[in-house]
């Protein structure tokens, strides 16, 4: 059984640009939730989606913003980048809206210059 | 407001020593707890999670954690350390009855492991 796929895995962008980041989680699953990791603020929780509707959002700006397609596929965009942006943007996937398990792919490393 | 708080930001211990990882957590009910493991430059490993039920839960590589509801805690333990035990490690809670997956994470424990 396959793993989350997070796609690209390393993106360097210029401030000011717009960055889709994209996540496919495993096989079945239909709830994906995104996370920024980043050294000063550590993993913070971006937005959920379940059934290609969000079902939560964290405390982000609206420059953030995400969406599911029926294959339970996810991205999340970022516009007007910000150096500040700079994080490793992970994704996890689990099989219902409320499970007692998330898989976690490895990442998508985003570089704002 | 929920909470977690891994006071030990970075842990250095020798291969075969014992290790004890502290996690306490702020919550009004209790939660789905959870022990996640980090290499560098890699996504999250699930180590071992609790929900309910016996209170020492075994996990994967040898690892397990207490939760112990007075003391708000869900320590992560292992009897002695190999070298590939070097990482990051993020305790997180979930909500218990609540519709969401969302975790809330501790700023994590950096471990190193000295031979």
């Known amino acids: 059984k396959a793993g989350v796929t997070q796609t690209p895995r390393y993106l360097i962008k210029t401030r000011g640009q717009q960055v889709t980041l994209s996540c496919s989680p495993i096989?079945?699953?239909?709830?994906v939730s995104w996370y920024q990791q980043t050294p000063g603020q550590g993993l913070q929780f971006l937005f959920e989606?379940?059934?290609?509707?969000?079902?939560n959002k964290g405390n982000f700006p609206g420059r953030f913003s995400g969406r599911q397609f029926s294959n339970s596929r996810s991205e999340m965009n970022v516009s007007t980048l910000e150096l500040g942006d700079s994080a490793l943007y992970l994704c996890a996937s689990s099989l219902t809206r409320v499970s007692t398990e998330a898989f976690f792919g490895q990442g998508t490393r985003l570089t704002v210059v | 407001a929920q909470s977690v708080t891994q006071p030990d930001i970075h842990i250095t211990v020798s291969e075969g020593a014992s290790l004890e990882l502290r996690c306490n957590y702020s919550y009004g009910a209790t939660p789905y707890l959870f022990w996640y493991v980090q290499s560098p430059g890699q996504g999250l490993q699930l180590l071992l999670k609790y929900f309910s039920g016996d209170t020492l839960v075994q996990g994967i590589k040898g690892f397990e954690a207490e939760f112990k509801r007075s003391q708000s805690s869900f320590n992560l333990r292992k009897p002695s350390v190999h070298w590939s035990d070097a990482a990051e490690y993020f305790c997180a809670v979930g909500p218990y009855g609540g519709a969401t997956n969302k975790l809330i994470f501790g700023t994590g424990t950096l471990l190193a492991v000295q031979p």
């Open positions: 096989s079945g699953h239909r709830s």
């Open positions: 989606y379940f059934s290609e509707t969000q079902r």
